[in-house]
Every structure is written in structure tokens, then in C-alpha cells.
């Protein structure tokens, strides 16, 4: 029977590790297919960036007990899978708790601790259930955002009832398990009483030893399947920010964040018609102003959307979405990395390559009403727990709309001649421009005048 047993957890590890791969190697093929850009400069910084924003959660903190609740569960995931590499142990060679002798009293003290944060998980994911469920926080709710209609509002609490199960597994497993210790049952091995699960004890008295196994090995394979599952799971996920949250703040912009990049193809131009450079003969023509589709965002751009956790921290604080415009920044990441699932499953139908299907991010995802809200405010790249920058997509899809199929409200054409002829965005002649000048130094001499 143990042997039927290892064969059965070695194939489950084995299918699991499968899938993950597959899936990691899509995501990142999807991602690669953005334009290359460099974010490979001041490391140091970078790394510090990433430790406090990625790992100790520095801008979840803004609110303290969001913040609190987000690391007991952060922390909880992170650590208490330091656990699993036993439990994978034993389930290929077929022992159980196989680090207990090795470490003696101190393992009592481990199994402790990690069910401590087990309890921490358990509380916070209760909470923000409770809070997605019954309080109805208004970012969560599909009836004032579109973009959580269906699947987004149904995974963000599907994966808050799995981690609930996992940690109630762990916890009556072990209480289980010091039942079956007391008993002196064979294949479980003296550990003591555990911090946690030993409050749960009472819930067992009175089983047979029979029973107790059988409700032992259950949760066993409840919590370890449970993680295999939840892993795979992960890649399809929100919760894929879970991993790329720290290459995703270690490649985060440097510079101020109201600093907008110029496209390169136009300032050389600007520079040609000034005089400060000379047209050269071989520049290449660009095949396209802005962005259309993903493949025309940068690799960073598309691993934004990956690491989109769905908060909605940056559509709560746009002032245009509060006004009620259509335009949500966190649609925008949702809808970026919905093409880009789309354009993962094209690849993979046609061995690898990309064949074209007619559609691109702006039109059937994105619409010209949303991109044409926006503000450039940068509210939503402040609010980033995870520094998204969802405005610089919007910039590239509207950079195209404008320069590449000439298509402007009328307003921001009128600005547009204004610079052109008056280089300014006002209807008058450069030569009359600081006219306003000499109207508040007359208003002031007046001023003086009558008080006089």
C-alpha cells in the first residue's frame, strides 16, 4: 500500500511540475514578444527597491491593517512552504515527518511557528473574504466596475477559500497526527504537541486509531494535493503577482514618475527641424507610432500585466473613473494581459508562432473612449502596490490613435495647430504672449495708486 502510494504522489508532483512548466514557458514567450528595453541599469538601487516594496510590502502599508492582514498571508504562503519540502520527502521515499529526529525538540518549535502563520493566513483569508463577500469593498464589485463581471470577481474568492482549506487541512492534520502519537501508533513518530493544532485535539477524542489514520492521511493528501493544485492554478491567476512581483519592482521605472518618455523617431525629427541635428540618410522608418497591439508595448509593459494583482487601488483613485467615465486603469492591465492570453493560445495552436487573427489591444479590448479619459495625473502609478505603470500603455495606445490613424477630438487638434503655428496650445501670436505681464504690473500700479 505505501508503495502504491509513492508511485501515485511522485506522478501527482510530476504532472504538477509539467504543467507549470509549460505554463511558465508560454508566459514568458507572450512576454519576450514585447520591444526590447533596457532596465538593467543601477542595480543596487533596483535591489532595494525590490526588498522593500516586493518583500517587506512597503506600500501595502499605506493602510495599516490591509497592510497587516496582506503580510500575515504573504508571509504565511512564503514560509510555511518551507514545510512542503518535507512533506514531498516523505511522500517519495514513503516516511513521515522525516526531519523529527534529526532536529528533536527544535522541530516541535518549527511545526509551531509555521502553524502560527497557518493561523495568520487562515484569519486574514476569512477576512478578506468576508470583506469581498458580505461588506462589498465598492472596488470589488461588478456592478460599479465591469472589468470584475464574471471570472475576476469569482477567482479573487476562489483562491481565498482554497488557502482557508489548505490551512484547515494543515492544522487538524497535525492535530491528528499527536492523537495518533499518543496512541503510540507506528509510522508516527513522537514530535509532542504542536502550538496550534493541539486545541484541536479534543475534536478526536474518543476516534479509533483506524479512524484517526485514515482522517490523517486524507488531510495529508487534502493539503499536498491542495498545493499542487493551487501552484498550477497560480499561473492562470491574479495570484501570478505572488512570483512576479519581484522581478516586476526590480524592473520598475527610476525616473520621476511625472516624467513622460518621448518617442525617439520624434525627437530626432524635432531636432532635424530645429537645426540641432542632420537628417539622416538611413533612418528607419518606424512601422508604427505608439502601440496598436501588444506586440508593440515593451516586455515590460506586458509583464505589467501579468503582475496586475487586481486591487483596483489604481481605479479607486483615478479622478476620471470617479467622475464616471469609462476609463479604468486596472480594465487596462486586465485587458492587456486578456490579449496576451489569447496571443499565448494562437502560439500555441500554431507550434510556437503567432499567426494573425484579426484583432489587436486597442478596439476589441481597449476603446478609444477609455485611452482618451485619461488625465496622465499618474494617481494610478502612485497607487500601484506592485508599481504597475498603467499610463504608459495608455500613452502608447493613444500616441497611435493620434499620430498613426489621425484620429483626435477636435479640441486636441485645435491645440495641436496652436503649437504648430504658435507654439504655444493658446490661439495667439508668440509676440503677444507675455502681454499678461505688463496687464498685472498696470493692475498693480493702479493698486498703489489708490491706496495712496
Known sequence: ????????????????????????????????????????????????????????????????????????????????????LEIILDGILGTHRLFARALGSFYGVLIGFFELLALGVLISCSIFLIRRSILKV????????????????????????????????????????????????????????FLISQWFKPLFAGWSESALIAYERVAWWVHILGIFVFAVYLTYSKHLHIALAFPNTYFSRLEPKGEMKNMPEITQEVKIMLGLETQAG????????????????????LMDAYSCTECGRCTAACPANMTGKKLSPRKIMMDTRDRLEEVGRNMLANKGEFMNDNKSLLGDYILEEEILACTTCNACVQECPVLINPLDIILQLRRHKVMDEAHAPGSWNMMFQNLDTNQAPWKFSPSDRFNWASVVADSGSESSSTAS
Do not use: C
Request: hydrophobic share 50%.
Open 1 to 84: 500500500m505505501a508503495i502504491i502510494q509513492q508511485i501515485i504522489f511522485i506522478a501527482a508532483l510530476g504532472a504538477a511540475a509539467w504543467l507549470i512548466y509549460q505554463r511558465v514557458g508560454i508566459i514568458g514567450k507572450t512576454i519576450r514578444l514585447g520591444k526590447d528595453e533596457d532596465r538593467t541599469d543601477q542595480p543596487g538601487r533596483r535591489l532595494s527597491i525590490m526588498m522593500r516594496v516586493a518583500f517587506g510590502q512597503k506600500k501595502m502599508f499605506d493602510r495599516p491593517l490591509i497592510g497587516f492582514l496582506h503580510f500575515a498571508v504573504y508571509a504565511g504562503f512564503i514560509l510555511i512552504n518551507i514545510e512542503i
Open 282 to 301: 538611413d533612418a528607419a522608418v518606424p512601422e508604427r507610432f505608439g502601440a496598436k497591439d501588444v506586440a508593440d508595448l515593451s516586455w515590460k509593459n
Open 138 to 193: 465598492k472596488r470589488f464589485q461588478p456592478a460599479r466596475h465591469r472589468e470584475m463581471n464574471g471570472w475576476p470577481q469569482l477567482d479573487g474568492k476562489l483562491i481565498l477559500v482554497f488557502e482557508i482549506v489548505l490551512m484547515i487541512a494543515i492544522l487538524s492534520m497535525n492535530a491528528a497526527d499527536s492523537a495518533l502519537q499518543d496512541l503510540g501508533s507506528t509510522h508516527y513518530p513522537i514530535a509532542g504537541d
